[in-house]
Each structure stands twice: as C-alpha cells, then as structure tokens.
C-alpha cells in the first residue's frame, strides 16, 4: 500500500525528497501542489520532472478521495460523506452565506462523548481520522475555491485526537499549507479540561468553541456525561485561562432544550458563572432528539434568555438554523453506504 503525502509537513517532505535523491527544493514544490493547489494526483505536480514523480508514485500517492455522496439543503448547505478507511465514513458540510463559505469538518469517524442531545454519539466510536484525512474534507470539496471559514465541530471531538488535530490545524494554517489565517478557524469541544490548558499553550489564535450548554453540573451531567470527569467549575477555569493566556474571545454554545435548561433561572446561573469573561453566547435550538425526548425551545424563550444575559453584560445571539431539512436526515447517508458495503 503507498503511503499518504497529504498530512505531512514541509519538514517531512524535505526528508521524503532527500530519501528519494531529489533535490531539496522539491520539497517547496510538493507541498504547493498538496495545499495551494490541491491536486489530487502526482501526475499533476508538472513543475516536478517525469523522472521524480515517478519516484514518487513508487512510494506514495497523495492521498486525496473525492465524496462519495452528498445531500443538498433548499438553502444551499450540502453534507458530504467522505470515505475514510475501509467501510468507514465521515460527513463534512458546506455552509454558504453571504459574506462568507464555511465548511465544517469531522475530526472522528463516530464519538466516545455520547451527548444525550447529539446523534454522532449514537453510532458509538470508531477511530481517530489522520490529519491528512481532515485535510482531505477541504482539498476535495467542490466548493473549496470559495471556502472562507473552517469550523471543527463534525463528527467526533477534535481534543480526544489532539495530536493529529494539531498537526492538521498547523498545515492548515502555515504559509507552506493552505495558509489560512487562524482567525478564521473554529474549533468545538465538549470540555476536555487538561486539553483545553494544552491548546492555550500552543496559542494558535483559533476561536474556542465550547458545548456548555448548562449552567450547573446537575443538568449538565444529565445531557453530558463528560461532565461527570471535568465538573463545570474546572472547565471554566481552564476557559479562563485559554482566554487570558491567548487574548482570544471563547465561544460558549448553548443548546436551548424546551424544560430543561431555557428557564430565567438557568439565564441568571449562567450569566453569574460567566461574569466578567472574555466570552459570547451562542444559543442554539436544539434538533429534537426523539430518544430522549428533547425539544427545541420557542422563539420567545430564546429571546428571554438573551434578554437577562445582555443585563448581566454577556453578548448573546441566537445561531441561524440551516440545513434543517437535511439536518433532521442526520447519518442518513452514512447508513446508506455502510449498508451498501
């Protein structure tokens, strides 16, 4: 089997060509081909000469895999399902709007987070994807010349595959890679505490999004079981730190569930808990989870929430709902093709 060029660094690549006796500019060269052009083949990297490329393809391929399906939203949001491995599948989404595209990846095949209100969780955990394979939601999208915006927050949770979630977000970013600027990336976690230090270590500029979505443990470990190893207090503990080590303003996701965490009093623990942070509220009406019975909170709810969070000093704005036709069809083409395999 070859081995993936996709998901190496510049540094790497300097000892693949220096192995195979190429010369070391090469390297500059491959790596432009894999990120600034996205190729999907050797053959493409034409500044290469035929004699080196075929050195190459002895050894390796680039790695790349188109989707294998896609289910397009009225408003023109379209899932992709990416094959990732043998019989396995990830799903990334296209978001476009006005002043920007956004495309949202998947950093797991399944997760082991098992959110009560997420249906990722459901299909149980596979394996961690490889940087290269994260990479590869981007280079192979239809729509990647118009990309603006990454967020992490697909299937899986990128700090539980932190190391190739590092790698990933360093290529992305660097001038040898895409050379996206960190500050149009997002990543979302579930709260994994001593993750949360590390990143602010590598204060890579990205914006932290962090599922909160309650304001004390006891609701929290009810809908989060991750709660019941990183208790609220810890977990806004190390939010503040992220935000004071890297400057950067953390984005709290609040999923709005109808009887279980939208009342006044929730808005008033939460706007206490988050006093004086660095931070925005992003509430967001839950899909209905049929299997624990949630439901999304009305519209005047939302707005009483935000009401008494804006009193309290935080910002808070409610996430425009799209997709919502292709959204209530979560995995459905995941199951199409696992079942077709």
């Not at 002895?58 to 899932?79: C, H, L, N, Q, W």
């Not at 932190?162 to 990336?185: D, K, P, W």
Request: net charge positive; glycine share 8%; aromatic share 6%.
């Amino acid at each position: 089997m070859k081995q993936p060029l996709l998901g190496l660094t510049l540094t790497e690549l300097q000892a693949v060509v220096k192995n195979l006796g190429m010369p070391g500019f090469a390297a500059k060269q491959i790596a432009s081909w894999l990120y600034g052009k996205k190729v999907a083949s050797i053959d493409e990297m034409t500044n290469l000469s035929l004699k080196h490329r075929e050195l190459l393809k002895d050894i390796y391929e680039v790695g790349g895999e188109a989707p294998v399906d896609a289910m397009r939203s009225v408003d023109g949001t379209v899932k992709y399902l990416y094959r990732v491995g043998e019989g396995h599948y990830v799903e990334a989404v296209y978001i476009p709007e006005e002043d920007r595209a956004t495309l949202c990846v998947s950093s797991q095949v399944g997760c082991k987070m098992n959110c009560k209100f997420c249906m990722t969780g459901k299909q149980g955990f596979t394996g961690n994807l490889t940087a290269g394979q994260i990479i590869n939601q981007i280079n192979s999208l239809p729509e990647r010349d118009k990309l603006t915006n990454v967020v992490m927050m697909g299937m899986g949770e990128p700090l539980d595959n932190y190391n190739q979630v590092i790698r990933f977000l360093r290529l992305v970013s660097s001038q040898e890679g895409m050379n996206l600027g960190m500050r149009h990336i997002s990543l979302s976690t579930c709260g994994l505490v001593d993750r949360i230090y590390d990143l602010a270590e590598e204060n890579l500029q990205l914006t932290l999004s962090v599922s909160l979505h309650a304001p004390n443990n006891a609701i929290r470990s009810r809908t989060m079981p991750v709660n019941q190893k990183y208790p609220i207090e810890e977990l806004l503990k190390a939010c503040r730190y992220y935000a004071g080590r890297t400057g950067r303003r953390i984005s709290f996701e609040y999923a709005m569930i109808d009887g279980v965490n939208d009342s006044d009093g929730c808005a008033k623990e939460l706007a206490a808990r988050l006093k004086g942070m660095l931070c925005h509220v992003n509430l967001i009406p839950v899909n209905p989870v049929r299997e624990a019975g949630y439901q999304k909170s009305g519209r005047e709810r939302q707005q009483a929430f935000i009401r008494i969070l804006e009193r309290a000093g935080i910002t808070a704005t409610v996430r425009r709902t799209l997709g919502a036709d292709i959204n209530a069809s979560c995995g459905q083409l995941r199951r199409k093709h696992l079942k077709e395999g």
